[in-house]
């Protein structure tokens, strides 16, 4: 369902199904991957860098997904002509 909201860019209602469901789960990084991927196709930096700074915090030790993460921020930032900042993604 968070994938679904995301990919119609209602990321306030997929933010709030995430709240509703951490309240009585573990947090899931694939709902949070879910978001960010939606926020790439939205082209939205903002909200990209929240979703992707939560992830860090609520999964330091899920580096993969993170470095996907890194990957579709710096897409966002690169397709929106900010290539500097995409570039300190990378590094």
Do not use: W
Request: charged share 25%; net charge positive.
């Amino acid at each position: 369902m968070v994938d679904c909201l995301s990919r119609l860019f209602m990321f306030d209602e997929a933010q709030k199904l995430i709240e509703d469901y951490e309240k009585t789960n573990t947090p899931s990084i694939v709902m949070y991957m879910s978001v960010l991927s939606g926020t790439r196709n939205n082209r939205n930096s903002d909200l990209s860098e929240k979703i992707y700074q939560r992830m860090k915090t609520l999964f330091p030790n899920a580096k993969e997904s993170l470095a996907a993460g890194v990957v579709l921020l710096s897409n966002i930032y690169s397709s929106l002509g900010k290539h500097e900042e995409a570039k300190t993604f990378r590094s």
